[in-house]
């Protein structure tokens, strides 16, 4: 393999496939929406930063200062709203989202790599037997990993199967083979 970078040509003498990572295993899912997730919550927090530092010269220029307190404490909690609640909101809503998974085999782990707080990626390490699927359908959540909730979307998954044995659908099955001619011999008599 011959990549080029910045003019020089490097020669990788590695021998396993770029979706292989030595210490997560295969790659097993990568995420259509990391760079999409890392912008808008970047966006979000330079934004919120920069009102921060911009907030005592628009006290001083608009003259809010003399106004009385009331006012003073509506202008401040407004500001502080999309300050600091939007943030923390996005961080909510997007913290579950699986930028990529990797699966061992030999130990059946998973490996989750999301985005924490800081923007820096997280690494979640749990067994397929730790994968609970929710009753009830929710709007950021596909499974909990142990206690974590993670977002995916099956589609993306470039095997099914890998799919299905993350979720436990390749060991739960709702017929087995037996029952299946058991109903058939009832349904002859």
């Not at 927090?45 to 009331?70: A, K, R």
């Not at 997007?94 to 707080?117: C, M, P, S």
């Not at 909730?149 to 470039?158: R, Y």
Request: charged share 20%; net charge neutral; aromatic share 14%.
């Amino acid at each position: 393999q011959v990549t080029s970078f910045q003019g020089a040509a490097v020669r990788s003498l590695s021998t396993s496939s770029p979706h292989d990572h030595p210490e997560h295993g295969r790659l097993v899912y990568k995420g259509n929406l990391a760079k999409t997730v890392l912008g808008v919550k970047f966006f979000s927090y330079s934004t919120s930063v920069f009102n921060l530092f911009m907030m005592p010269y628009i006290m001083l220029q608009s003259g809010i200062g003399v106004e009385s307190v009331l006012v003073q404490a509506a202008f401040y909690g407004l500001i502080g709203l999309f300050t600091f609640v939007t943030p923390v909101t996005l961080h909510l809503l997007t913290k579950g989202y699986v930028i990529r998974l990797y699966y061992k085999d030999e130990v059946d782990t998973y490996t989750a790599i999301t985005y924490n707080a800081i923007l820096a990626e997280k690494v979640t390490v749990f067994h397929q037997k730790d994968v609970k699927i929710p009753d009830i359908t929710k709007m950021f959540t596909t499974f909990y990993a142990k206690t974590k909730s993670m977002l995916v979307n099956p589609t993306l998954f470039p095997n099914p199967q890998d799919y299905n044995h993350l979720m436990g659908y390749d060991k739960s099955s709702f017929f087995k083979f037996e029952d299946l001619e058991e109903v058939k011999e009832a349904d002859e008599r």
